[in-house]
């Protein structure tokens, strides 16, 4: 099975300030997407951003970008100016296309923003 | 208002007393997901289903069960609820063509005695 990795379980950043959230990832495959999903207090998880395997471009979203280093199978995300309602548990997730559509995630990294 | 619905949204049970969590979705979404959240572990899927009668296992789906009958519906079922099935549950919808966009409910917290 695959297995998602989050070595961070808390990180904090100042606002306005750009804070990086490490992942990284074990699989034998070679097709899958990669995603960062937010879970703010209300508990709802919120889709970030999301990477195709395939395609060597890092995916970006406004201030959320990711660098993916497929070779190394790391994933993480930066997060530029950062703002007060970017606080929140980030969970790093993996999408099998193999094993029809079975979603892997980390652990989480609860980000506290700083005003 | 597009929505994901589970109920209930806070249990507290007895071991071995069977209960049920349903979910439903109002988006006409072909996906659907159960996942269970726990400290330190993250969230971990437990069954999903691409459409109505097809059901897949996920990374833990030891003392579950689910069915999809329907479209819109998809309950987790707990035959015989042990301790170690306190937790959060969510669950979550998508359509076939994004998957990974993915609707959560508001999440279930069950404890069990």
């Known amino acids: 099975a695959q297995t998602v990795t989050q070595s961070q379980p808390e990180m904090s950043v100042q606002e306005a300030e750009t804070v990086t959230l490490s992942c990284t990832y074990d699989t034998s495959e070679s097709d899958y997407y990669l995603f960062w999903y937010k879970q703010p207090p209300s508990r709802q998880m919120i889709l970030v951003i999301r990477q195709e395997a395939y395609k060597q471009q890092n995916a970006t979203e406004n201030r959320f970008s990711v660098n993916f280093q497929k070779a190394a199978k790391s994933f993480s995300l930066k997060i530029s100016d950062s703002q007060l309602g970017d606080a929140a548990m980030y969970f790093c997730?993996?999408?099998?296309?193999?094993?029809?559509?079975?979603?892997?995630f980390g652990t989480g990294t609860s980000l506290t923003v700083i005003p | 208002e597009a929505q994901v619905t589970q109920n209930p949204r806070y249990l507290i049970t007895v071991t071995g007393k069977k209960l049920t969590v349903t979910c439903s979705q109002n988006m006409n979404h072909e996906y659907m997901s159960w996942y269970r959240q726990d400290p330190g572990l993250g969230l971990r899927q437990i069954y999903y289903s691409m459409n109505v009668e097809v059901t897949d296992k996920g990374d833990v789906p030891e003392g579950y069960k689910v069915s999809r009958k329907e479209k819109r519906n998809f309950p987790l079922i707990l035959e015989s609820p042990s301790p170690n099935q306190t937790s959060l549950y969510f669950c979550?919808?998508?359509?076939?063509?994004?998957?990974?966009?993915?609707?959560f409910g508001p999440g279930t917290r069950l404890t069990v005695l």
């Open positions: 979550a919808s998508s359509s076939a063509g994004r998957v990974d966009e993915q609707f």
């Open positions: 997730a993996y999408r099998s296309l193999n094993t029809g559509n079975q979603f892997y």
